[in-house]
């Protein structure tokens, strides 16, 4: 037997002012997109902001549907807008905040592992980490550089590649 270890690796800041002028406006982008939730059920608002290599920033957020399963995270529209727009072009950092109704956010919000899944496809096409820039309504941010740290052993078929 040997034990697989695999590392994450965050970056935690505590305040806004700390960051890298690209990554905070970013972030202030992804805040901005929280107007466009659509979150009736759960009452908690996602926006999301992508810088492009192309130097374009799509944003999204998440939209809710009486059916559950019908609606979409806000990475996923974001990222899923600016494959079917932007195809080929990479995506260099992603931001996410997250608002909720009946109290106040103070950690950062880790995605999804469907959103986790289905974005680490795109790292996986354009061969470079996606740049991952997290933070609640208050509190610390995160920063991780791809994907991985959130989600180490993601599903992935050598073969369907090849
Ligand atoms: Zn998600």
Redesign the pocket.
């Known amino acids: 037997m040997i034990e697989i270890r695999k590392e994450s690796r965050l970056e935690q800041y505590t305040s806004v002012t700390e960051l890298s002028v690209n990554d905070a406006q970013l972030l202030e982008k992804a805040k901005q997109a929280l107007q466009g939730s659509y979150a009736p059920y759960s009452k908690f608002n996602v926006g999301c902001a992508l810088l492009l290599a192309n130097g374009k920033t799509i944003t999204g957020s998440n939209q809710e549907n009486i059916a559950y399963p019908s609606g979409l995270?806000a990475?996923?529209v974001a990222v899923f807008y600016a494959g079917s727009q932007f195809p080929n072009v990479p995506i260099i950092a992603m931001a996410i905040t997250a608002h909720a109704k009946t109290f106040t956010i103070e950690q950062p919000v880790m995605?999804?592992g469907?959103?986790l899944q289905s974005i680490s496809e795109y790292e996986r096409r354009q061969g470079e980490p996606i740049r991952v820039i997290l933070q609640g309504e208050t509190g610390p941010i995160y920063i991780a550089n791809g994907l991985h740290h959130f989600m180490p052993f993601m599903f992935w078929q050598q073969e369907l590649h090849s």
């Open positions: 995270c990475e996923r995605s999804c469907a959103c």
